[in-house]
């Protein structure tokens, strides 16, 4: 079976079920998540001691923003629209990842999961030398693009093809806010003469990246390239932090089979695929430890 055949299989009452969205299973774990990120940042900028080494866990904390603002942006986190737009642009600034912009991006490469010529995450591909692994997993191209995204939109000169025309407008007003911000707040920085910009977010970021490629490299990496969800994206079975972290992405075949399932019910959804899913890996370390293995020289 693929995923549509067992999507039409549900029952409505099942449908209902699943795609029932709630502010409450999100609200403590977006406290939680934003609440730590604050507090070590607070610590970091009061240098408590041995604050350089919670630099690590802030960066951490601050990369896999990626997963919340990816939850939002399918309104999906919570109920409340209003809520998930308010989050999506306080992750997307944090990341320098535009949110209206990665909304085209990440819908096309909904509608065309793994399909070479239409999935825009195909256009990077992934690595398959060590050399390119370690490139990839360093962040750095990342955070280029984000730059070259954020500047290309500002200028009006977005091309991307999954940006319809009507949106041009959006996604360049949108990136001249966030950089105006970004340079208000780095003046404010040298004003006041206080490092927490450096610190507590930008080196904390970039020391975290890596965590966030290994972990996003498992989603669709070295999978089919066909159009049934249940093969061209991977489940990877991990342990419960990881799962809060990342908002229940782990579950990453489910999400892609029933984009509309929030990210509280996507292990009840498991439940009802696992025996289809044909990609599966027992966690992150496993996989990349494979992945590594196979590649060429």
Known sequence: MDHRQIVTSLSQEQR???TERSDSPGLPLLILHWGAIIALGTLIVLKVPYWPLLMLPQGILIVFLFTLLHETIHQTAFRSPWLNEAVARAASFMLALPADWFRYFHFAHHRFTQDPEN???LAFPKPETRWQYVKH?????VWRGHLTTLLSNASGRCRDRYVPPKGA???KNEARIMLVLYAVIIVLSFYFATPALLFAWILPALIGQPFLRLYLLAEHGRCPLVANMLENTRTTISNVLVRRLAWNMPYHAEHHA???VPFHRLPEFHVLLERHLKEVESGYIHFNAKYIGAMKE
């Open 16 to 18: 209902d079920r699943l």
């Open 119 to 121: 999935d825009p995450e």
């Open 258 to 260: 029933y984009p509309g």
């Open 137 to 141: 997993v360093s962040g750095l191209p």
């Open 169 to 171: 407008a959006k996604v």
